[in-house]
């Protein structure tokens, strides 16, 4: 933010003209003054006792008397103010150990019950979360449930570790016989290479798109460029225009022509993927909430594309896995503000990605491990405490932000194919779904742009997959991770009794302290 500078002294001729008038009056009224009366405000020298007085000198006997009685009072007033000082030190010097005494005590008192007041709030905190996680999974039903097509949302830069299979099967297992598409969101972050691997290894599977959505901060009127991602240019691709709605809006209106019907289409995947801002992009307005952190959207919401297609936004996937697993903060599932010990997770990235890597990204010398690295860290970013000693604690945070939010570029690459790894099902699924959604017609046309795309040299970090995480599909799921729940909650019990035994054991050792004293 631009500093302000001072206010500016200029002002108009006609105020500056009023002004120095009245001080002319001014100026000259004082002059008036002390023309009349040239002595005002001068100080009356004693005179002192006239010599043609009689009893001249009686009267200065009685004068040096009276002074020396004020000077002798105003003595004792002195020792007197002396005296009531000292009592009053003293006074508050045995007040002082009696504060002291109570002091101990209370932090005694105090350190016993911070014990059990930490466990209550754990508990209450923990109860609200698992209550959270109940009704999104209730909203995330109601998605599946309504939808007609499923839009699973995965993350490019490492699709592997945003899909759930999990979800997957329930799309399947649930009535209704509904379709499942992958949308391969944030395909700006990594090279255009790594797109197209992706696009052939998801396409044996599923039927699966690119797609970039509208970073545009207006309510209204976000700008779609019907430009394919691989015949788009560097400038379009780093401009907050959306790539890719063309292609998903062709494929779900021939599924609504060749079915002759509305269709509801619901969008999942796990928190931070981008369900919100796809939403926006295909509605070209804001009508869902976004934002950098996960958890925006806690209930399903529906908005109307046309006549013929409705989408339904879902809360982020509910996982079964614990809130700070490294995994899930890697992912962006977990708000960094909720993370109690960081370092882990940073030692997970450094684990994923070349060390040379992360020190060309922040400038950095060599180090040997992750305290070290975290050190240099601080001390690059200014991340510094009291006497200069480095913040690991403000450095691991501001890390695993750079890592979400996209400022350290990386990249998966898609696994090798083998011959065990065929996938009969995916196959059938896209022969048979290929008539409903054309994708014989979308995919000539996407590789004819492909072929005359001129690629370009891209230096993002590859690293290595997170692996998928276990999303909840059924109430059995969350009663399990309640279970799981209540018996690290009893393992907080039994801290909260050694924490009383030590502090027992400190009040039997400072009263031995004081018997001997």
Not at 71 to 77: D, I, N
Not at 264 to 277: A, E, I, L, R, Y
Request: aromatic share 4%; glycine share 4%; net charge positive.
């Amino acid at each position: 933010m631009t500093k302000l500078g001072k206010k500016s002294k200029r002002q108009t001729t006609k105020h500056r003209v009023k002004v120095e008038k009245k001080v002319r009056e001014h100026n000259r009224k004082l002059r008036k003054e002390a023309k009349k009366n040239p002595k005002k405000g001068l100080k009356k020298k004693d005179p002192g006792v006239p010599n043609i007085l009689p009893f001249k000198d009686e009267v200065i006997k009685e004068a040096q008397a009276y002074n020396a009685k004020k000077e002798e009072e105003r003595e004792k007033k002195k020792a007197a103010r002396k005296k009531a000082r000292e009592r009053l030190q003293n006074k508050n010097r045995n007040m002082g150990e009696i504060v002291r005494q109570a002091e101990t005590q209370q932090a005694a008192y105090d350190k016993k019950n911070n014990a059990s007041t930490i466990v209550e709030a754990l508990s209450s905190v923990s109860k609200s979360t698992e209550n959270s996680r109940k009704a999104f999974y209730k909203e995330f039903k109601k998605v599946i449930d309504a939808a007609d097509i499923i839009l699973e949302v995965l993350d490019a830069r490492d699709p592997l570790g945003s899909r759930s299979l999990d979800v997957e099967e329930a799309v399947r297992s649930a009535a209704g016989n509904k379709r499942l598409v992958l949308v391969l969101n944030k395909i700006d972050l990594v090279p255009k290479e790594n797109i197209e691997a992706w696009l052939r290894h998801l396409r044996k599977e599923l039927p699966a798109v690119a797609f970039k959505a509208s970073t545009q901060q207006q309510r209204d009127h976000l700008t779609q460029s019907k430009v394919d991602y691989f015949k788009a240019t560097t400038d379009l691709l780093k401009s907050s225009h959306c790539l890719g709605a063309d292609v998903l809006m062709k494929l779900l209106r021939n599924y609504c022509r060749n079915t002759e019907m509305a269709i509801n289409v619901g969008v999942v995947g796990f928190p931070n993927t981008g369900k919100s801002s796809i939403i926006n992009s295909l509605k070209r307005a804001k009508a869902c909430e976004v934002g950098a952190n996960p958890g925006i959207t806690k209930a399903m919401q529906s908005v109307q594309l046309d006549k013929h297609i409705k989408l339904l936004d879902s809360p982020g996937v509910v996982l079964t896995n614990s809130p700070s697993d490294v995994a899930a903060v890697l992912r962006n599932v977990v708000k960094l503000e909720s993370l109690d010990d960081p370092v882990p997770c940073v030692e997970a990235i450094l684990m994923r990605c070349q060390k040379m890597q992360m020190m060309l990204h922040y400038n950095l010398t060599d180090y040997s491990d992750t305290l070290s690295f975290l050190n240099l860290l601080a001390r690059r970013m200014g991340k510094l405490r009291k006497g200069g000693v480095p913040d690991i604690n403000q450095a691991a945070r501001a890390l695993l932000h750079d890592w979400n939010s996209g400022k350290i570029t990386y990249y998966t690459a898609p696994p090798e194919e083998t011959p065990e790894s065929k996938h009969h099902l995916g196959a059938k699924i896209v022969s048979d779904w290929s008539k409903e959604f054309n994708l014989d017609d979308l995919l000539d046309d996407e590789q004819r742009m492909m072929n005359d795309v001129e690629r370009k040299h891209t230096s993002p970090m590859l690293v290595t997959s997170v692996g998928p995480l276990k999303a909840a599909t059924s109430e059995q799921d969350l009663e399990e991770n309640t279970a799981d729940q209540a018996m690290a909650g009893g393992d907080e019990d039994n801290d909260k009794d050694d924490v009383d035994d030590e502090i027992e054991d400190e009040e039997e050792m400072e009263e031995d302290e004081e018997s001997v004293e």
